[in-house]
């Protein structure tokens, strides 16, 4: 087994964070741990998914210079 103490990424992992989303159907009060992508509404059921978060490639102006295919992409017309 392998020692994740040193790892700084683990942390997330050894000890995962708690968010929570009102559900889009009932309004009721949804839980997503650290690393899940969907949760199931224990008042109504619904499914629901965590809305991605922005990555740097939508916010920094530079991200052209370390994804240039971005730039090739939104030159010739394509969303980036």
Known sequence: MS???ACPGA???KI???ELVE???CG???EFFTREKKSTCTECG????KEAQPSCVDWCPMADKCFPELAAKKAAGGEG
């Open 16 to 18: 995962p964070e708690l």
């Open 28 to 30: 009721g009060e949804v």
């Open 46 to 49: 619904e499914v629901v998914f």
């Open 23 to 25: 559900c889009p159907k």
């Open 3 to 5: 020692d994740t103490r």
């Open 11 to 13: 942390d997330n992992v």
